[in-house]
């Protein structure tokens, strides 16, 4: 069964407390990614990763780092969160070719950040 | 840079109604071009693709075709019900990224 998963669903954070997001998937995706998705802003790409330790920035990644050590895991780290950083997190995988290139997204985590 | 526009912002149909959700994209060449589908509380659902000029991709009875002369790759279908409130992203590949719209609200009038 094609599954993407999240942990924690749901996270309350003080700020400037640090933030650790999980996620992983069973399909032996090489690309993951991570976006955040707020009111009227759709959904922004924060990183990607083509592969174990091989990760690029995407449109927002100020105030974020990521860790993929293994293919099947990708994690979103938020060192000394702040309020802004309030939001739902969603992780997605896919194939890297070009005619496989679905994105297959978890059930997203939602953090506030007090 | 690419990009994809969705003009609506919200969609109000009755039942039965035939729903059209707009897409256009700014992109050279034939980029791949996606919809997706949110519900409430939900992650994004892959609808489907279309990555040649007239290709047609369909599911679960939506359906848009690849306009390379419009740019564009409208979202229908002939016949909506309640359960299909949510709200739709139309997206585009581009190098190893979707560029995504900002989303169509589908809202089922009672």
């Known amino acids: 069964d094609m599954k993407v998963t999240q942990m924690p669903r749901y996270l309350i954070k003080r700020m400037g407390e640090n933030v650790l997001l999980e996620c992983g998937q069973d399909m032996s995706h090489e690309t993951m990614y991570w976006y955040r998705q707020d009111p009227g802003l759709g959904l922004q790409l924060i990183y990607i990763s083509y592969d174990v330790d091989s990760n690029s920035e995407g449109d927002i990644p100020k105030g974020y780092r990521v860790s993929r050590k293994k293919r099947e895991h990708f994690s979103l780290i938020l060192d000394s969160a702040k309020t802004n950083q309030t939001s739902v997190y969603f992780c997605?995988?896919?194939?890297?070719?070009?005619?496989?290139?679905?994105?297959?997204f978890g059930p997203g985590t939602r953090l506030l950040v007090l | 840079g690419d990009s994809v526009t969705q003009t609506e912002g919200q969609v109000a149909l009755s039942e039965e109604d035939f729903l059209t959700i707009h897409c256009n994209y700014s992109?050279?060449?034939?980029?791949?071009l996606f919809w997706y589908v949110q519900y409430p509380g939900e992650g994004p659902q892959f609808l489907f693709r279309?990555?040649?000029d007239k290709e047609k991709g369909s599911s679960r009875g939506f359906e848009a075709t690849y306009n390379k002369e419009a740019t564009s790759f409208h979202l229908q279908k002939a016949s909506v019900q309640e359960s299909d409130s949510a709200v739709y992203y139309c997206a585009l590949r581009s190098n190893y990224q979707l560029i995504w719209g900002s989303g169509t609200k589908l809202i089922i009038k009672p």
């Open positions: 992109a050279s060449g034939y980029p791949a």
């Open positions: 997605a995988s896919s194939f890297l070719g070009v005619n496989q290139d679905t994105q297959y």
């Open positions: 279309a990555s040649r």
